[in-house]
Nanobody, 124 residues
Framework: VQLQASGGGLVQTGGSLRLHCAAS????????MGWFRQAPGKEREFVAA????????DYADSVKGRFTISRDNAKNTVYLQMNSLKPEDTAVYYC??????????????????WGQGTQVTVSS
């Protein structure tokens, strides 16, 4: 699976962005998908994940109620709708795919495939 993230940009505090992650490969529908982010000088952190069925989602506490992850298996795409953005959301955002148990969804080292990242900058 090859992943390509897009949709990042510069936005003011309180604004919104929608990230896209387009996947190649016929088995996209069998992968759990995750979004992670990495700010300068910090480790990569979990943001959100969605199960391959689309029936389960999970979010980091810092984004709950503001971000929504969704997927369209027919389009081989996963989305991250980000609302009420804050300066602390500034980071490079990565999408990732994995096929292991849903229980490890927050662990970046459990993901097999990664996109190239898209920069999100929130100005104060």
């Amino acid at each position: 699976v090859q992943l390509q993230a897009s949709g990042g940009g510069l936005v003011q505090t309180g604004g919104s962005l929608r990230l896209h992650c387009a996947a190649s490969g016929r088995t996209f529908g069998s992968y759990n998908m995750g979004w992670f982010r990495q700010a300068p000088g910090k480790e990569r952190e979990f943001v959100a994940a969605i199960r391959w069925t689309g029936g389960s989602t999970d979010y980091a506490d810092s984004v709950k109620g503001r971000f929504t992850i969704s997927r369209d298996n027919a389009k081989n795409t996963v989305y991250l709708q980000m609302n009420s953005l804050k300066p602390e959301d500034t980071a490079v955002y990565y999408c990732a795919a994995e096929t292991t148990t849903w229980g490890t969804r927050q662990l970046p080292n459990k993901y097999h495939y990664w996109g190239q990242g898209t920069q999100v900058t929130v100005s104060s």
